[in-house]
């Protein structure tokens, strides 16, 4: 989609209701819900983090979405696609600015370069005992990106019109934090699959979008 259209589109987003957890549970693992049950206590307790969900024009001014590939290492959420995002730290004066920088850490736009539109609805990730709080924001330019190669492996640039395919989304066995295969809903972008907390965010935005493209 020509990113003039999608701006245009999506000021409309400020004034409708979010899908909110209806919508996150069409991605959620059948698990989840359990494990939730099992960490009602644990929750209360739950540290924050704030993701960004940034769109933005490439060079040929079509619409695209910026994930990230995580570095693998000893967590739960090694190797896993993401959005750029991170805990909130003390120094940062709202969760929206968390987002906003570690977008900036993670990926290299700068935090005055990117408009936030609106809070989406927040998740319980139990497995990390995080509750996470993300963001749709747009970038109005072709951003230079600029990968943090202590934390990403690789940038994952996907069109609008990929993700918003229906296409694209399956179910798969995959190896949980629980230690054990069980099948989950996956989006399959750019040949990744992508599973648990950010697809449920994901399923969030595209029925969010299909409201208003």
């Keep these: 989609m020509n990113f003039d259209i999608f701006l245009k589109s999506i000021s409309k987003i400020k004034h409708i209701p979010l899908p909110g957890h209806a919508s996150q ?30 769109f933005y024009p490439d060079h040929d001014n ?30 940062d004066p709202s969760l929206e600015y968390a987002a906003l920088r570690e977008t900036f850490e993670e990926v290299g736009v700068p935090i005055n370069d990117i408009k936030v539109i609106r809070a989406l609805t927040d998740l319980y990730i139990p497995p990390s005992n995080f509750t996470v709080y993300p963001f749709f924001g747009v970038t109005l330019k072709t951003p ?8 990403v492996e690789d940038l994952i640039e996907v069109t609008l019109t990929d993700f918003m395919n229906d296409a694209h989304v399956s179910s ?13 809903p996956v989006f399959k ?16 935005i595209k029925d969010l979008l299909k409201n208003v493209l």
């Design 25 to 54: 549970m069409k991605m959620s693992p059948k698990y989840r819900n359990e494990l939730i049950e099992k960490q009602r206590e644990l929750r209360k307790y739950s540290r924050k983090a704030s993701v960004m969900a940034l």
């Design 62 to 91: 079509t619409t695209m979405l910026i994930l990230i590939l995580r570095k693998t290492y000893k967590g739960v959420h090694s190797a896993q696609v993401g959005f750029p995002g991170g805990k909130l730290e003390p120094e």
């Design 144 to 151: 230079r990106f600029l990968k943090q190669d202590d934390e």
């Design 172 to 184: 798969q066995m995959l190896m949980t934090s629980l230690g054990k295969e069980v099948e989950v």
């Design 189 to 204: 972008l750019n040949g990744h699959t992508v599973w648990g907390a950010t697809a449920m965010m994901l399923s969030e």
